[in-house]
């Protein structure tokens, strides 16, 4: 198969949700169907704790979350399918911000008992800035949920974004009967045996109107209503406002009982973008097309596995081929690289990878070399891909290693984590104190956990709230600026910055200084 066939037939995209929606779940049906893991469980055993490879899942199985995002590839239907897992919680939407850049497409698992929560809106609001398609799982449909229409105007009321329902629940919790696929123009039941075993049946098909449990409990009848109100009422089918993200195909389904889950994916796949064209530095695109290799840096994960205490550079082919043992330019230092120990992430293991092209995602063995952003590159393409976003950190806390002995782990573990973008570090002007950011006080949690466990550096931390960050041109500033309401520091590239204690601080700066501009990051 030629390249551009092969990147033709890439889908890559992030899956969210808040935590408890389902999102393991319904990645691990995926994978059944994909035939990359072959008993349910497997995904799940490893979040629960039974398979966790590295101790540092420990984290996620005590609080129940998930704070690693891992990228899994499997075949379906001629589709080359990557899966890029994301963090369920709002602390870590940086990450998840992060993982976006590298996708083409996202899906939004909800929980239909609980509806849109707020930690899906924040999470949402990142996906919306990131302007690509967003599909919609309505999960636990056999559970009792709320009212379907109630959940698709909450999409458009609460997350902004306008939807189309390419199925409808025929009934649900106890009285699930089955989805009413509008787009497939059938009728999908939950019970086959029922209904001769049939799990398909045409809308036209004269069994449904003699069938007796679809009309018995009126939920047909209800189901039949409600499309006919959303085909007035409601939006049109529209692919290219897909495309643009500006309408959410919805599906409706049960993960666990496996319900609605392959027409999803089967739709999901039809629609789904190809890999795009990834914007570069001073404006301009790279095609996915390119025959030259490049790629970005999106995440970088050290100790995925303690045994080996090795660090994995997780890279977003944009163009070309990567071809096992290549040389690629790391576009920040100048320096070659040849890339020699690269994995793919399959579900339940890693594997070296021969050849991938743009759209995948590949780990490359990292001792040092990389930071989050970089471009590398082959051949003659001489780019650098635009920046990825950091969040203004709002919280912060000072730290110190507890025992002075450790320094040294103490440095390397802090160096180590701000490069994986794990926490943001600032120092003060005046005391030379280390200051960690970060947008969720979960973040901190984590540093903490993973400086004893990893670096076994025990570290103190005290915190100074929430401060408003903003950063200041260093032409501008005068370290007579700083006072009592302010903290003066500087980020890890030396560039100088005000920690206001509130609003009231930032304006009374602004006032006092109108010629100094104060920039916050996104
Ligand atoms: P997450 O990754 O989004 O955090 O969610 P996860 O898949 O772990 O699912 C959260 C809980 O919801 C799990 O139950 C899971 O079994 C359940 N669940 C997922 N999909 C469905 C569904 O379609 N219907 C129903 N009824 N439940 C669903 P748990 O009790 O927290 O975990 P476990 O005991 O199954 O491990």
């Given at each position: 198969m030629k390249i551009e066939e092969k990147v033709s037939k890439r889908r890559t995209f992030a899956i969210i949700s808040h935590p408890d929606a389902g999102k393991t779940t319904i990645t691990e049906q995926l994978l059944l169907f994909g035939g990359a893991?072959?008993?349910?469980?497997t995904v799940k055993a490893k979040k629960t704790g039974s398979f966790a490879k590295s101790d540092w899942m420990e984290i996620e199985k005590q609080r129940?979350?998930?704070?690693t995002s891992s990228v899994m590839q499997f075949d379906y239907d001629g589709k080359r399918v990557n899966i890029l897992d994301t963090p369920g919680h709002e602390d870590f939407s940086e990450d998840t911000y992060r993982t976006l850049m590298a996708v083409d497409a996202a899906v939004m698992v909800v929980d239909t008992a609980k509806g849109i929560e707020a930690q899906t809106k924040k999470l949402f609001k990142v996906v919306k800035q990131r302007g690509i398609p967003i599909f919609t799982f309505m999960n636990k449909l056999d559970r009792d949920g709320r009212e379907p229409l109630d959940l698709l105007s909450e999409l458009e009321e609460v997350l902004g974004i306008q939807s189309y329902p390419m199925n409808w629940p025929?009934?649900?919790?106890?009285g699930l009967e089955g989805i009413y696929d509008v787009y497939h123009k059938r009728v999908e039941l939950f019970r086959p045996e029922k209904y001769d075993g049939k799990r398909f049946i045409p809308l036209e098909d004269r069994s449904i109107s003699e069938s007796h449990s679809l009309y018995e409990n009126g939920v047909y009848t209800q189901a039949q209503e409600d499309i006919e109100l959303l085909t007035t009422a409601g939006n049109e089918f529209n692919e290219e406002r897909i495309r643009s993200g500006d309408l959410t195909p919805v599906f409706f389904g049960s993960a666990l009982t496996n319900f609605g889950v392959q027409t999803f994916l089967e739709t999901f796949l039809q629609f789904a973008p190809e890999p795009h064209a990834v914007k570069t530095e001073n404006g301009g695109k790279v095609s996915p097309y390119e025959s030259d290799f490049s790629g970005f840096v999106f995440k970088i994960q050290a100790n995925m596995n303690p045994q080996h205490r090795d660090r994995i550079a997780f890279v977003r082919i944009s163009s070309g081929m990567f071809e096992q043992g290549m040389e690629v330019k790391l576009q920040r230092t100048g320096k070659k690289l040849k890339l020699s120990n690269v994995t793919q992430f399959m579900a339940d293991a890693r594997e070296n990878v021969e050849t991938a092209v743009a759209g995948d995602i590949i780990g490359l063995y990292d001792t040092g070399n990389y930071q989050i952003g970089d471009t590398i590159t082959a051949g003659k393409l001489s780019i650098k891909y635009e920046k990825l976003p950091q969040f203004t950190p709002e919280l912060f806390m000072k730290v110190t290693a507890k025992?002075?002995?450790k320094q040294k782990s103490f440095y390397k573990g802090i160096q180590q984590l701000v490069q994986e973008g794990a926490i943001q570090l600032y120092q003060t002007y005046q005391t030379s104190d280390y200051v960690i950011g970060a947008v969720g006080q979960l973040q901190f949690e984590v540093f903490q956990y993973r400086m004893l466990n990893e670096y076994n550096a025990e570290v103190v931390m005290t915190s100074m709230g929430s401060k408003i960050a903003r950063w200041v041109d260093s032409k501008d500033l005068?370290?007579?600026?700083?006072?009592?309401r302010n903290i003066l520091a500087k980020d890890r590239f030396g560039n100088p910055m005000f920690l206001f204690e509130n609003k009231f601080a930032c304006e009374w700066f602004q006032n006092k200084y109108p010629d100094v501009g104060l920039k916050s990051l996104l």
């Open positions: 893991i072959h008993k349910a469980g129940g979350i998930s704070v025929i009934g649900m919790g106890k025992n002075v002995m005068d370290e007579k600026m700083s006072s009592s």
